[in-house]
């Protein structure tokens, strides 16, 4: 069987995963794509021999499609992931779920009423080999009582339609779901330090570099840098500290040269080029559980909906300065596994 995949949203992310399923994918085919520019649609709908559709519900409901893939911008995925499953059509969405946790609420509950897991959220980082080593790592009690995590999210630049509240809502949220991940347990507070001194890289508007503490359940501390003006390349970062040893990801260069007179290494420059494969890994499984006509597994809409209530804690902090609890509901019984 292939798997006819709508794909909704043409911008960067989405023609990645365009590219990724005509290179990389096996079992599916890009059968529509949507997106609100029209010259775009019609460009990629040549390009990839797919169906071009200029809205969103009338290519979620198309006879064409059997899976949604689900790359617009976060304030659009609330509707178009409601149509996928009233549709009954399984459906992979880029993170964010939504931009608030009371959107996202209102998806669980329509997935719940279904009655099967039906949509797959985009934390790649958890498809990355070394975050499953190091998960494993942890698992298998070899760090010990786990006391401390340190994190660092770096990009190197980002445009100046970046905002203070996307270092939140948009780079901390992968260090959100994968400490969640990581140590199996939720985050229960949150607190946004604001350094004395910024990048001169930064535009006028953005406190850059930012500190974020995140508490857990286990009392478990962890230190995020979110730096997105950098310089120097994408660099992801992430050291826990047991009671009785350390573990973290490695280096993360991705060529590297030796001269006569020293050494070098080029690292990542975007996420699409740091986490290829791990992109590659969570579509293939997407994709895996569809074409077996398998419930959806992997990072989940309640998952979503988690991150968003710890950003949204996150934001308040981000105002105030203060440290926020975060109140997480009793899960349904649909996501416990």
């Not at 006391?147 to 100046?160: D, G, K, Q, S, Y």
């Not at 930064?202 to 730096?227: K, M």
Request: net charge negative.
């Amino acid at each position: 069987m292939t798997v006819n995949i709508g794909v909704i949203g043409l911008g960067m992310m989405g023609r990645d995963h365009l590219r990724r399923f005509s290179e990389v994918i096996s079992g599916a085919k890009v059968s529509a794509v949507c997106d609100i520019q029209r010259e775009t649609v019609d460009e990629m709908a040549k390009t990839f021999a797919a169906t071009p559709f200029y809205d969103a519900d009338a290519l979620i409901n198309s006879q064409q499609v059997d899976a949604v893939v689900i790359c617009s911008i976060g304030p659009a995925h609330k509707e178009q992931i409601l149509a996928a499953f009233k549709a009954g059509k399984p459906v992979f969405c880029e993170k964010p779920l939504t931009p608030g946790a009371d959107e996202a609420r209102q998806i669980i509950d329509a997935e719940v009423k279904t009655g099967k897991r039906l949509l797959q959220l985009g934390f790649m980082r958890r498809f990355d080999a070394g975050y499953q080593k190091l998960k494993q790592t942890i698992e298998a009690g070899e760090l010990g009582d786990i006391l401390l995590m340190h994190c660092a999210h770096r990009n190197p630049t980002v445009p100046e339609s970046y905002t203070l509240e996307m270092a939140i809502n948009d780079s901390a949220t992968h260090e959100i779901d994968i400490i969640r991940y990581l140590l199996n347990e939720d985050i229960v507070a949150v607190r946004v330090d604001r350094p004395g001194k910024k990048t001169s890289r930064a535009c006028p508007h953005l406190q850059d570099p930012l500190i974020v503490i995140f508490e857990t359940e286990s009392g478990v501390r962890i230190d995020d840098e979110l730096f997105v003006n950098c310089g120097y390349g994408y660099d992801i970062r992430c050291e826990v500290v047991g009671e009785q040893a350390i573990a973290g990801l490695t280096g993360q260069a991705l060529t590297y040269a030796r001269a006569p007179y020293g050494y070098g290494q080029n690292i990542a420059h975007s996420c699409m080029e740091r986490f290829a494969v791990a992109y590659d890994r969570e579509v293939q499984h997407f994709v895996n559980r569809v074409r077996d006509g398998k419930a959806l597994s992997g990072p989940s809409s309640w998952d979503g909906y988690v991150v968003a209530l710890v950003c949204d804690a996150g934001l308040a902090s981000l105002k105030d300065g203060e440290k926020h609890r975060v109140i997480i509901p009793p899960r349904p019984a649909l996501y416990q596994d």
